[in-house]
């Protein structure tokens, strides 16, 4: 079985009303092969049984506690097998397209380590609240290094969970 082209990363902690939207927009995306990883991180709602209603279109990772997210997505890119690393948060959907472009963007660019993409803030009915979060002119002030590199080229993080990486490059950064 060769490896998928992406691997989709869920770290999901009682997200029982909201990670079936994570998962179905991911599963939605128009890529060659795309596998999603779920690690519940010691849910304590029905989030069990919503990700065991996805069969084998997901592959989950149950852990007993919770951990926290950082923990949770590193289990998670341990168990990955794409050759790309692709964050959603349990609690955000992707939009049609979004992953085709995030790797046409690192494609396009091979030295480049990450790619970033925008997000719409949406209201829990998900009607948005804005139209994008980073607009032309938005400044996101931040005092690390690589922010302010970004900022150098104009290059605006919306979100670390809307991140997509090689695993050897995720890897080599912690």
């Keep these: 079985m060769s490896a998928p082209l992406a691997s989709a990363i869920i770290a999901v902690y009682n997200g029982e009303e909201c990670v079936a939207r994570a998962i179905d927009s991911a599963l939605a995306q128009q890529i060659e092969s795309l596998e999603v990883v779920v690690v519940d991180d010691g849910s304590r709602d029905g989030t069990a ?37 692709a964050f959603l948060d349990a609690d955000d959907e992707w939009l049609p397209g979004r992953l ?35 607009h032309p002119g938005r400044r996101k002030n931040s005092t690390a290094p690589a922010a302010s590199t970004m900022r150098t080229y104009g290059f605006y993080c919306a979100s670390w969970a809307t991140s997509l990486s090689y695993p050897n490059r995720w890897h080599a950064t912690g």
């Design 49 to 85: 049984q919503v990700l065991a209603g996805y069969g084998d279109r997901i592959r989950v990772i149950g852990k007993k506690s919770n951990r926290g997210l950082a923990a949770a997505r590193n289990i998670a890119v341990d168990h990955a097998r794409g050759h790309f690393l």
């Design 100 to 134: 085709e472009k995030t790797i046409a963007a690192l494609e396009t660019h091979p030295t480049t380590s990450m790619a970033f993409s925008d997000v719409v803030p949406i209201d829990r009915k998900g009607i948005a609240l804005a139209p994008t979060y980073l």
